[in-house]
């Protein structure tokens, strides 16, 4: 059955795009390129790249690349495409090492890296950068708790990527609620 529905949910995570007056990529053309590239149920959340679809295993593992290829190519921009499936996405839900401390949804984020840093990259990050904020890095994953918000930590995606040589994109809490709900 879900072959015939064009594989398991996932979602693309893209980063920097529609931030103010930079990177602008209309949704619905975006949800049109990942239908041409044979992407099924393709919808978006908001309108800073969070696309959630159906594809196949084999059409999952190269989307990535197809989709920032193809945004170079018709916008000029360079953007980064980290995917993860529905099973990925509800397990970054399910050990979010920051919710036992009873924090609000908007001061929990999560930064999606495209690939598993070294170890001693994750050693050597400092946990003191950016006081009182606090993470955890989980696999592929950063969790952030900034209770003061995440506009004035210094705990940025260009801190993590020079840091863990990867790239990341960072979502709220309550976006990645959404996402995995979509997929449900």
């Given at each position: 059955?879900?072959?015939?529905?064009?594989?398991?949910?996932?979602?693309a995570?893209?980063r920097?795009?529609?931030?103010?007056?930079?990177n602008?990529?209309?949704m619905?053309?975006?949800v049109?390129?990942?239908?041409?590239a044979g992407?099924?149920?393709?919808r978006?959340?908001i309108?800073?790249?969070?696309?959630?679809?159906r594809?196949?295993?084999k059409?999952?593992a190269?989307l990535?690349?197809l989709?920032a290829?193809?945004i170079a190519a018709?916008?000029?921009?360079?953007?980064?495409?980290?995917?993860?499936s529905?099973?990925?996405?509800?397990?970054?839900l399910?050990?979010?090492p920051?919710?036992?401390?009873g924090?609000?949804?908007?001061?929990?984020?999560?930064?999606?890296?495209?690939a598993?840093?070294?170890p001693?990259?994750v050693s050597?990050?400092?946990?003191?950068?950016?006081?009182?904020?606090?993470?955890a890095?989980?696999g592929?994953?950063?969790y952030?708790y900034?209770p003061?918000?995440?506009?004035?930590?210094?705990?940025?995606?260009?801190?993590?990527d020079?840091?863990?040589?990867?790239t990341?994109?960072?979502?709220?809490?309550n976006?990645?609620?959404k996402l995995?709900?979509?997929m449900?």
């Amino acid at each position: 059955m879900t072959a015939r529905l064009g594989g398991e949910f996932r979602v693309a995570l893209l980063r920097g795009i529609n931030l103010g007056s930079s990177n602008r990529l209309p949704m619905p053309a975006l949800v049109a390129m990942f239908e041409a590239a044979g992407c099924v149920d393709v919808r978006h959340y908001i309108q800073s790249g969070n696309i959630v679809f159906r594809a196949n295993e084999k059409l999952g593992a190269r989307l990535g690349s197809l989709i920032a290829k193809r945004i170079a190519a018709d916008y000029g921009y360079d953007v980064p495409v980290i995917l993860r499936s529905a099973a990925e996405l509800r397990e970054v839900l399910r050990v979010n090492p920051f919710l036992d401390r009873g924090t609000e949804g908007k001061t929990l984020h999560v930064a999606f890296l495209a690939a598993e840093p070294d170890p001693a990259r994750v050693s050597a990050l400092d946990a003191k950068r950016s006081p009182p904020d606090s993470f955890a890095v989980v696999g592929r994953e950063i969790y952030l708790y900034c209770p003061n918000g995440v506009g004035q930590t210094k705990l940025t995606n260009a801190y993590f990527d020079a840091k863990l040589g990867t790239t990341s994109t960072m979502r709220n809490w309550n976006t990645v609620q959404k996402l995995v709900a979509m997929m449900e």
